[in-house]
């Protein structure tokens, strides 16, 4: 082999790399393209069944409220009493 066969062959080495660079970057980049608006959409439609599903929470918790106004106070005061021993604990 010579010296001109040992340099051409470098020479297409380092464009063929340079190439697979290239391609592997577009890829890439096709690739967080689609990942950023999958997300998108799996992010808004999150929103959506979750406003939905709180909005129904909203309303059975408000019937339950509306029909047991006395348990909903004490199970109101044992949660805040609770909470609050939970939360000094951390304190001492």
């Known amino acids: 082999m010579t010296h001109n066969h040992v340099a051409h062959a470098k020479h297409l080495a380092a464009r063929l790399q340079h190439r697979a660079h290239g391609e592997v970057n577009q890829a890439l980049a096709k690739l967080r393209a689609q990942a950023r608006t999958r997300g998108g959409a799996f992010i808004s439609e999150a929103k959506i ?26 199970l109101a005061f044992a949660a805040g009493f609770i909470v609050r021993g939970w939360l000094s604990r951390g304190r001492d």
């Open 49 to 74: 069944r979750g406003g939905e599903f709180l909005n129904e929470a909203r309303e059975r918790g408000g019937d339950w409220i509306g029909e047991n106004p006395a348990r909903a106070v004490g």
